[in-house]
């Protein structure tokens, strides 16, 4: 196999591994420290001067990035955040499609697979998951668009039917990639993980993380929020209302209630301002629900103070407040259980 190394990444890379840094530079027109400094935002190691490394694709790569920023779409500032956010996101999803692919591999290599099949398997697969990522990247596009496209026509309208007619414009954000709004924050984390997994094997393992992220998942997606991210046994998601992530939140906790092969969950919600960059969230609503998480029982939700006011009065939800708790960062932190009410309804529906 070792032999097929160079066969295999110049189909990856769309061509051999032919310029050094000063000449990528030259032909890019991009400086060369600007160059170093982009390489290592996508996540990538500086390399030696001489060192034939880069293709024509990196090199057309760097002028993409110069059109971008001619064009005022973005700046050098945030052509850097924006190589930073590609490469964190993008480098989780190759480790899992190049293990996807070795593991097919080596299944293959049992019986008849040589190096000619394999190149053919290869470049007859990375079109078709090119494809995929392509499409499923155009649908978020669409998806995020529409919602902006809403939340900008509900603002016009409420700045027309104010008293005095519309006002002047707020001023847009400093750096490109940055939102803040008022957002509803859920941290959801199973149970006892720690001391599970000292009794599980690898393949165990990887069957109740895959079950733990399927089900988070589909409740999530169902409800209308966002999965921001997932850290081992943490599911971190965003939503745009409270009684949205209160909705997810219940259901999460029904799900893995009655899922025999995952342990018990327990979640923390918190609403209030949050900064929305490159993907991931920040602010004093992400750091009280991952508080709220950290205190609460298993089976159970607890939300903070303001995702609580959102929710009184509405017949779906029960809310009983509890004593302040002593947390890192807030000495005292009111929590408040949150129960399904009579009426309440799964997420996403009716």
């Known amino acids: 196999m070792a032999e097929l190394a160079p066969a295999i990444e110049e189909v990856l890379l769309g061509g051999g591994r032919v310029w050094t ?23 990538f190691p500086m390399v030696e001067e001489d060192a034939r490394v880069f293709t024509d694709a990196d090199v057309e790569a760097l002028r993409a990035g110069e059109r971008l920023i001619a064009a005022g779409l973005i700046t050098e500032e945030s052509e850097i955040m924006m190589a930073r956010a590609l490469g964190h996101h993008l480098s989780r999803l ?12 080596n299944r293959e290599s049992e019986f008849t697979l040589d190096g000619g099949t394999l190149m053919v398997h290869a470049a007859a697969l990375l079109p078709e998951m090119e494809q995929l990522q392509q499409h499923v990247w155009r649908r978020h596009l669409a998806a995020y668009a529409e919602r902006v496209l809403a939340e900008a026509q509900e603002a016009t309208q409420a700045a027309q039917e104010a008293p005095g007619g519309p006002g002047r414009d707020e001023p847009l954000p400093d750096h490109e990639g940055a939102d803040v709004r008022d957002r509803a924050v859920g941290f959801t984390d199973m149970v006892g993980y720690t001391r599970m997994t000292r009794g599980l094997g690898n393949a165990e393992l990887v069957r109740v993380l895959d079950l733990f992220e399927g089900l988070t998942g589909d409740v999530v997606a169902e409800g209308r929020g966002r999965v921001v991210k997932t850290i081992g046994d943490e599911v971190l998601f965003v939503c745009e209302s409270a009684s949205e992530a209160a909705d997810i939140a219940l259901e999460l906790t029904a799900r893995a209630g009655a899922e025999s092969r995952l342990p018990q969950v327990r979640t923390g919600l918190a609403h209030g301002a949050v900064l929305s960059r490159f993907g991931d969230v920040y602010g004093a609503a992400v750091n009280i629900a991952a508080r709220l998480t950290a205190v609460a029982r298993p089976d159970t939700v607890l939300v903070n103070t303001e995702l609580a006011g959102e929710l009184s009065g509405l017949p779906g939800y029960e809310l009983r407040s509890l004593r302040p708790v002593s947390v890192r960062g807030y000495s005292r932190l009111r929590p408040v259980l949150l129960r399904p009410g009579r009426t309440h309804g799964r997420p996403g529906g009716d």
Do not use: D, F, N, Y
């Open 21 to 43: 840094r000063q000449e990528m530079a030259e032909r890019s027109g991009v400086g060369a420290g600007r160059t170093a400094q982009i390489w290592r935002a996508l996540g």
């Open 94 to 105: 190759a480790e899992w499609e190049v293990h996807t692919l070795w593991s097919w591999i």
